[in-house]
């Protein structure tokens, strides 16, 4: 099953976040099939294709439970709202 999740990476004192497709049970800090976007914690910059996301999505990969949430936010869509657990809907 492949799932969409974060990577982190860094410089110094400077975290960042790939959101990367990778199989459930590889690392996703090496083993990712595609990188998607990334996100600066700090700062809470995202960059990503959402047109490929959501065609992910469509296909089988589920995003984790973070990557819906930061996902949400940027963008307000419900599309995202069921992958996130403890989310009420409206």
Request: charged share 35%; net charge positive; aromatic share 12%.
């Amino acid at each position: 099953m492949l799932k969409i999740r974060l990577a982190k990476t860094w410089r110094k004192k400077v975290y960042t976040y790939k959101i990367v497709l990778v199989e459930h049970s590889k690392p996703a800090k090496t083993g990712f099939i595609k990188e998607l976007g990334w996100l600066n914690a700090e700062t809470n910059d995202i960059k990503y294709d959402e047109e490929q996301i959501k065609k992910y999505i469509s296909n089988g990969a589920k995003p984790t439970p973070r990557v819906a949430r930061e996902l949400y936010q940027d963008t307000e869509d419900d599309f995202y709202l069921q992958f996130m657990p403890n989310h009420k809907s409206k």
